[in-house]
């Protein structure tokens, strides 16, 4: 019985080698996929080549193996190119447009790779179109490039396909793309200018501390005539001094206090903390608490009416929370509902919930009409993201100009403390000799 050497990725998007007995490549790939795999690469080894088979299994490329049918290669987004989510949600929004109109699943992606001027996407469509050709489900071959496609983009399809709607959970999945993309429109275009404000104000504090103050201090060392400068002056003369003779050092500490933050955040309470943090903040937290909502709810929402059982729906809503405080949150709701009880009293221990979200879900549950009742609340807080993005913008604006100008403000005071100094003294000594 020949042996073939296959390269598969899991679940969790890792890579697995090894060979197998069977009597034919459809075979292999048959049996690779019930171990729960998904084939990037499966090639017969001839009988003399098998010690080139045992290094198939460490480097995916066999020698004196012989090659037949598929060979299905995976680019991974991030190295040598990546998918964003505007050019994902674009994709997806043209395929349901294609499929609702009664196309094909397999032409409409050959129409779609033809058109697509994203490199990497466009071989990922052909890959996919490959995939399907070879007797792949669609859901399967969308599982093979898990750094593109995550779970929640692949459970909504494979619910499609089960229940013979995909056209209509392709619409679903478009649209829901599409709100997530104009909600974190709004927050990115919302932070451009506070975040603009604050560079202009290092760049400008940058340019006074190295540059503006020593020539001041030229000036003051040769019209002091032994008068000691105000301590203000003396201060920013001393940061700028320190600035100036320590950049390396400030240069390093900076560095490393960033790089301290962001291991920091990446640990299990690092993270929690800053989440509970960026929840509780004044102006940004309102809009981060109401966004983390919006898309807990649409996404549970849109996968439960989908089709996608309720426990696994729960677990791609954890993972796609953005949030720990509330992926902890569903995995309470998690456990609840394993335990055949309610939703909303973890909801409402968790403390992240406003109470109007915890009685819509409860009437909701009530009603047997539990998705309708999450998209509603979803749509209902995009509308509360406008308004908090709105009230955030409007609150930072006059409190970012105010900041600016105490800082620059400051700088020139203490600059021009001792010319005012001088200038008295001159006018003291003049009415002495009147």
């Known amino acids: 019985m020949p042996k073939f050497s296959y390269v598969a990725m899991d679940q969790k998007g890792k890579e697995q080698k090894g060979t197998i007995e069977v009597a034919s490549q459809n075979e292999a790939i048959g049996r690779v996929k019930e171990m729960g795999l998904f084939p990037t690469k499966i090639v017969e080894v001839d009988k003399v080549g098998e010690k080139g088979a045992k290094k198939a299994a460490g480097s995916g490329a066999p020698k004196g193996a012989k090659k037949k049918g598929v060979s299905i290669n995976i680019k991974i987004p991030g190295l040598g190119g990546g998918v964003k989510s505007k050019v994902l949600t674009t994709f997806t929004r043209q395929l349901a447009t294609l499929v609702d109109a009664g196309l094909p699943l397999l032409r409409g992606m050959r129409v779609l790779e033809k058109q697509e001027r994203n490199p990497t996407l ?91 103050i020593p020539k001041f201090k030229e000036v003051f060392a040769g019209l002091g005539e032994g008068r000691p400068l105000p301590g203000f002056t003396l201060f920013v003369m001393g940061i700028s001094d320190m600035v100036r003779n320590n950049m390396l050092m400030t240069l390093i500490v900076t560095v490393s206090v960033v790089v301290s933050f962001l291991m920091f955040i990446k640990t299990k309470f690092g993270r929690l903390v800053w989440d509970k943090f960026l929840l509780k903040m004044p102006a940004l937290g309102p809009v981060i608490s109401k966004v983390a909502i919006s898309r807990f709810t649409r996404t549970l929402g849109t996968l439960v009416s989908s089709g996608v059982p309720i426990l696994q729906a729960l677990m791609i809503v954890r993972e796609t929370s953005g949030n720990v405080v509330i992926a902890n949150a569903v995995t309470a709701v998690h456990e609840s509902v394993k335990e055949g009880e309610t939703i909303t009293a973890p909801l409402e221990a968790s403390g992240a919930f406003p109470p109007m979200v915890i009685s819509m879900v409860d009437v909701g549950e009530q009603t047997g009409a539990l998705p309708e009742m999450m998209m509603k609340i979803a749509d209902n807080f995009d509308d509360e993201v406008d308004n908090a993005v709105a009230a955030m913008t409007s609150l930072l604006e006059p409190i970012m100009i105010v900041f600016l100008a105490v800082i620059v403000g400051s700088i020139v005071i203490a600059m021009f403390l001792p010319l005012i100094d001088l200038m008295n003294g001159m006018g003291g000594s003049d009415g002495d000799k009147d």
């Open 122 to 212: 466009k071989s990922i469509i052909g890959e996919l179109a490959l995939s399907i050709e070879g007797g792949s489900t669609f859901s399967e071959a969308l599982a093979q490039h898990p750094k593109v496609f995550n779970r929640l983009y692949v459970n909504m399809v494979k619910a499609g396909e089960l229940g013979g709607v995909l056209e209509v959970v392709l619409n679903r999945l478009s649209e829901f793309q599409e709100k997530a993309q104009k909600i974190k429109g709004k927050v990115i275009a919302a932070m451009f200018y506070p975040v603009a404000v604050m560079v202009v104000a290092v760049a400008i504090m940058g340019v006074l501390v190295v540059i503006v």
